[in-house]
């Protein structure tokens, strides 16, 4: 290894790293815990490694995911070029601890709840400037949640918020009313679409106006956002650069070689079989960080071929998941099985038998559905090696006497024209903090970010179910009995877990660790420095 390459990870994003707050704890205890937390720093978030951060210079990051037709508004936010976005111009409510998962303070300073998880009331700080100059408001929380809690939106979060059964303010607080219990309600306002926004971001002149450490200059969908430190910012523990620009680079070959020339400060979503080529290249920080990051091949559901469930199977029993592991992902990941949870959850369903490749199985279940015709497979390299691994099933599904034509699409436009449109298709989820919120999202039928479409009765109340009870044992059981329904039934093909691998320049410091997602849970503009 060259003595300039610094590797950093795996740390606390292991398998053992805690996901959530202990359900056993009472949830009126936050508020003792409160102000030790807001004592170490607002969002609780550890020292920076060793070094104190140092202020100036102009962030440069080149980032997957973007298209031509996105927008500014958080509720269309999808992937970590938008998470990162999202995290640098705005805040939420409750954020998540770095190291532990557990919710702390925001824009909501505490809150409390009570009939047992129904009511929840979240005092929202004071003293906190939007962009624009407005103050925050309590209103204002209110406003912003109604419009991704609304039936009738399209966010990418009204899958957890769904069970709202009203929003309103009380003085100093907002006050959320719901259907059925959710010990879960303060982590899911973390969410990165739910910033809060002047009058609740329904008028578009306040796109892009938010809280964060940083101001939105100039946006240019598809290429480039570029933002400016917020000189008001109410938080002086964040923000340490003078501005940030966010690359669209949806090339992965592009990235590397932007991080190569110095383009840019750190790329993400790097191609696991360039690893070592940029080793050899010295003076580079490897970031490799396991984590809940998952493939996936959704199937829709709801529409022919794919409403047959023996059709499902046989793709399901068609990929050779041990390949895709070791080619695709360089063995940087863990083996899937068709759920979209991993080891690193708690309540981890340890009993549920792996789904071997097994071309016999495959070809059974594929006469048995009556199809006979060939298999169409959208693919673009929308996560890194996308275009390989639709190969390799085409590859692994032909010993099995399937028939896959991988039907290569363009990246721009992907999320519109390919994503819940075309029948059969790739993409990919980040990490959700509990069991709840990545089922809620990836399988619900209200979730606007259900890939499959997927639609089952029993997984519905289930859900319910878990999210309001209390008890860890009978919880984990019944995300055991929803994982076996969602393995056995959804259009989901879930192959592996990939780690998150980043590259960085040695220039950048201050990047360490967070359970919560990639890129340090999209705040890596916010924490990181550029050393003078």
């Known amino acids: 290894m060259d003595d300039n390459m610094n590797v950093i990870g795996p740390s606390t994003v292991g398998a053992t790293a805690p996901a959530c707050r202990g359900l056993a704890q009472g949830r009126r205890g936050f508020l003792i815990g409160a102000a030790a937390v807001i004592g170490a720093g607002l969002s609780g978030l550890p020292a920076f490694a060793q070094d104190k951060p140092v202020r100036g210079g102009a962030l440069k990051l080149g980032l997957g995911g973007t298209a031509s037709t996105d927008s500014l508004d958080p509720a269309t936010y999808q992937t970590m070029f938008h998470v990162v976005l999202a995290r640098s111009w705005g805040d939420t409510l409750v954020e998540t601890h770095p190291e532990t998962g557990v919710a702390v303070p925001s824009l909501a300073e505490s809150w409390e709840d009570g009939e047992n998880g129904k009511v929840w009331s979240f005092r929202i700080r004071k003293g906190v400037q939007f962009h624009d100059g407005r103050s925050l408001t309590v209103n204002d929380a209110v406003r912003s949640l109604q419009r991704h809690s609304d039936s009738r939106s399209k966010s990418g979060a009204l899958g957890y918020l769904s069970d709202i059964d009203s929003i309103g303010a009380d003085g100093d607080n907002m006050v959320i009313r719901l259907k059925s219990a959710n010990a879960d309600l303060p982590m899911i306002l973390s969410m990165y679409n739910l910033v809060i926004q002047p009058d609740g971001g329904f008028d578009a002149v306040s796109a892009g106006i938010g809280t964060g450490?940083?101001?939105?200059?100039?946006?240019?969908?598809?290429?480039?956002?570029?933002?400016?430190?917020?000189?008001?910012?109410?938080?002086?523990?964040?923000?340490?650069?003078?501005?940030?620009?966010?690359?669209?680079?949806?090339?992965?070959?592009?990235?590397?070689?932007?991080?190569?020339?110095?383009?840019?400060?750190?790329?993400?979503?790097?191609?696991?079989?360039?690893?070592?080529?940029?080793?050899?290249?010295?003076?580079?920080?490897?970031?490799?960080?396991?984590?809940?990051?998952?493939?996936?091949?959704?199937?829709?559901g709801n529409k022919a071929p794919f409403d047959n469930n023996d059709?499902?199977?046989?793709?399901?029993?068609?990929?050779?998941?041990?390949?895709?592991?070791?080619?695709?992902?360089?063995?940087?990941?863990?083996?899937?099985?068709?759920?979209?949870?991993?080891?690193?959850?708690?309540?981890?369903?340890?009993?549920?038998?792996?789904?071997?490749?097994?071309?016999?199985?495959?070809?059974?279940?594929?006469?048995?559905?009556?199809?006979?015709?060939?298999?169409?497979?959208?693919?673009?390299?929308?996560?890194?090696?996308?275009?390989?691994?639709?190969?390799?099933?085409?590859?692994?599904?032909?010993?099995?006497?399937?028939?896959?034509?991988?039907?290569?699409?363009?990246?721009?436009?992907?999320?519109?024209?390919?994503?819940?449109?075309?029948?059969?298709?790739?993409?990919?989820?980040?990490?959700?903090?509990?069991?709840?919120?990545?089922?809620?999202?990836?399988?619900?039928?209200?979730?606007?970010?259900?890939?499959?479409?997927?639609d089952n009765d029993e997984f519905e109340k289930l859900l319910v179910d878990a999210r309001g009870t209390s008890d860890r044992t009978l919880r984990n059981e019944i995300y055991g009995r929803i994982a076996r329904i969602v393995h056995d039934q959804a259009g989901a093909i879930i192959p592996v877990f990939a780690n998150f691998i980043s590259a960085a320049s040695p220039q950048l410091k201050g990047y360490t660790s967070d359970v919560g997602n990639d890129l340090l849970n999209g705040y890596v503009a916010s924490r990181v420095w550029l050393e003078a």
């Open 213 to 300: 450490p940083y101001i939105v200059e100039s946006y240019d969908p598809g290429v480039r956002a570029l933002l400016k430190k917020n000189p008001n910012d109410w938080r002086s523990d964040r923000g340490h650069v003078d501005s940030v620009e966010l690359l669209a680079m949806n090339d992965v070959s592009a990235r590397t070689a932007a991080l190569a020339s110095g383009q840019v400060h750190l790329i993400n979503q790097l191609n696991p079989n360039t690893v070592s080529m940029l080793e050899r290249m010295g003076r580079v920080q490897i970031i490799n960080q396991p984590g809940r990051l998952h493939y996936t091949m959704p199937m829709i």
């Open 311 to 454: 059709l499902r199977l046989a793709m399901k029993y068609a990929i050779d998941r041990e390949a895709v592991l070791k080619q695709v992902l360089g063995g940087y990941g863990t083996i899937g099985n068709d759920i979209p949870v991993n080891a690193a959850y708690d309540g981890f369903p340890q009993d549920l038998p792996q789904r071997p490749y097994d071309p016999d199985k495959a070809a059974f279940h594929f006469r048995k559905s009556g199809f006979d015709g060939t298999i169409q497979l959208s693919a673009a390299d929308v996560f890194a090696g996308g275009v390989d691994l639709a190969l390799m099933f085409q590859q692994s599904a032909r010993k099995a006497g399937i028939a896959v034509d991988v039907q290569r699409v363009p990246q721009d436009g992907y999320w519109s024209n390919v994503w819940r449109v075309k029948p059969f298709y790739l993409s990919y989820y980040g990490s959700r903090l509990t069991q709840d919120m990545i089922y809620s999202m990836e399988f619900s039928k209200h979730s606007a970010s259900n890939e499959c479409f997927f």
